[in-house]
């Protein structure tokens, strides 16, 4: 079984930044990908970033320019550096691997983004 700890959610102020840390745990064997998706209320979850084990990204239209996904192998930590935050990008934000074609999740860390 693999285990995926968020961190780094919270309240910010429109226009400021967060880093989000994704560190997975336990049978990891040969990671094909990690990513970042969010879920806000009342929608459905969606991609907003990701990356292969190669280092390849790909980043949702919407956060393009202003998040950026990063990979330490070594530590199997994925990280999602938030910068130019909007109202619209309050969500539950989730940390997601797949190996071996299967999907494991992290549990979510919020963030909201208000005044």
């Known amino acids: 079984q693999v285990q995926l700890v968020e961190s780094g959610g919270g309240l910010v102020q429109p226009g400021g930044s967060l880093r989000l840390s994704c560190a997975a745990s336990?049978?990891?064997?040969?990671?094909?990908?990690m990513a970042w998706y969010r879920q806000a209320p009342g929608k459905q979850r969606e991609l907003v970033a990701s990356i292969t084990n190669g280092g390849r990204t790909n980043y949702a239209n919407s956060v393009k320019g202003r998040f950026t996904i990063a990979r330490d192998n070594n530590k199997n930590t994925v990280y999602l550096q938030m910068n130019c935050l909007k109202p619209e990008d309050t969500a539950v934000y989730y940390c997601n691997l797949r190996q071996l074609g299967m999907d494991f999740w992290g549990k979510g860390t919020l963030v909201n983004v208000s005044s």
């Open positions: 336990g049978s990891i064997f040969i990671i094909d990908g």
